[in-house]
């Protein structure tokens, strides 16, 4: 049974925004991005189908397919939610939706059984295409029905929900507007100082905010190239950029170190490169100097989420030593502080806090209400992440309060992962961290108490019985008699950390 998906956060300056002039005077994403496809070049390039679209040959699927999503009873704040990897496939489904009005909401590509039922369950979409027939129903939709050109879309619907990790291990569908996505996608162009001649080329998968922000809108609205890329592969990823004359890319720092120790590596193969932004675990002063030397690119830190997309990075022109040593600067009308967990009050320049968020690009909420009003304060996105400001504004991330594992770009909830575990007939307790890794950033590490022998190989098959996806497995498994304890009975994660490292070290 199908229901209606509704924003649960307002946003404090929602009427400044709205006002002539303001962030929020922007038109829906379907008019942005048809707009700016009128005048492109080739605008989309699949690397799975050689499928190379320009703005005209996008325009005219999009179209069809959203006539055939209407043959299907699609209509303005229905969910239509898919399963695929980056195939063209997925920008024709985002368009076809924002330009009947409905609701996009694609599932990560790698989820498994069990988790695309709980999120199923969280949309009750109108239209549910599976990744085994996704290529076949869009075909069929785009010969179905006639098409679509005029926009039921206002800047106030509802545009995606995309799902992200919590601390609880819960399914939390992350809510975003036309306008607050549009406003998003202009000015971060304008940030990065991307123009109609620049190219990207996108691995990270278009279910997370980052390719939907950089593989869909940022490339769509100004217009420029995008290439898509299906699974990533370090050496096909060399090849593209050469061939390609890639000239900016966005992706956890495991994607950068691959490309260069891929084999025949060299300068002058990426010298199209010009800008790498990366915001995930592990992106070290030491990465920032080695990346700029190797590629020969700007190479900078960013900050933000699924809930408020890249609310800080350093701009065109700064120094650039704010990019190897901060996470950036507020972009846009975005406002960040830093506030003590316990009070809320507002911490000095310079104390580390936990790091709260405001502007015209957050969330308009998670679709379970509950979640929003844990997750809000005041008016203020409490991120969970502990961080510094500087008097001139410039944010430094140190650390995480919620216990979320960053492997690869990927957010893994450890509660989830214990979760996993301790359904297992022979595991009585289980604690997941994330241990540091030069390549991943993080890797999972869990400690079991089991009344009988829990490896690496069990764990593997138990979590794929569970349908649980691969990357979220545990890649080292420590069987111990009992786990260390703090006063109030909960686990000493911190105790578990230094026990991994001497352990990694052996």
Known sequence: MTHRLRPTYRHPEARAYRAPGGPWDLPSLDALLTAAARTSGPLVCDDTSQVTLDGAALEE???????????????????????????????????????????????????????????????????????????????????????????????????????????????????????????????????????????????????????????????????????????????????????????????????????????????????????????????????????????????????????????????????????????????GAARLRVSDPETGRERLPGEVGEVWLRGPELFAGYADAEQTRAGVSRGWLRTGDLGTVDTDGWLTVVGRIKDIIIRGGENISAAEVEATLEAHPAVRHAVAIGVPDERLGERVCAFVVASARVDLKECRRWFAHRGVARYKTPERVVQVDELPLLAAGKADRAALRTRAAALASE
């Open 61 to 331: 699927r999009v179209a069809a397919v959203a006539g055939g999503l209407r043959t299907e009873g699609v209509r303005q704040g229905d969910v239509v939610a898919w399963q695929a990897p980056n195939w063209h496939e997925v920008v024709l489904l985002y368009r076809a939706c924002w330009r009947l009005g409905a609701v996009a909401a694609p599932l990560h590509n790698q989820a498994g059984a069990s988790e695309i039922e709980r999120m199923l369950n969280v949309l009750a979409p109108r239209a549910w295409l599976p990744v085994d027939e996704l290529r076949a129903r869009v075909a069929a939709l785009a010969a179905r029905g006639a098409p679509v050109h005029n926009s039921a879309a206002l800047p106030s619907h509802l545009a995606v929900a995309l799902f992200t990790s919590g601390a609880t291990g819960e399914p939390k569908a992350v809510l975003h507007t036309h306008r607050g996505l549009a406003y998003k996608a202009r000015t971060m162009a304008a940030v990065h100082g991307l123009t109609p001649t620049d190219a990207v080329l996108m691995p990270a998968p278009m279910a997370h905010i980052s390719g939907l922000l950089n593989g869909v809108l940022v490339p769509g609205a100004l217009p420029m190239r995008a290439r898509f890329m299906a699974k990533w592969d370090p050496q096909s990823g060399l090849d593209l950029i050469e061939r390609d004359r890639t000239t900016f890319m966005i992706g956890p720092t495991t994607l950068f170190v691959s490309i260069i120790d891929a084999p025949g590596f060299t300068s002058e193969r990426v010298e199209s490169l010009r800008l790498v932004s990366s915001g995930t675990a592990g992106v070290s002063p030491a990465f920032i100097d080695d990346a700029s030397a190797r590629l020969g690119a700007r190479v900078k830190r960013s900050y933000g989420s699924t809930e408020a997309p890249t609310v800080t990075t350093t701009h065109a022109g700064d120094p650039a030593e704010r990019a190897r040593d901060t996470d950036g600067r507020a972009t």
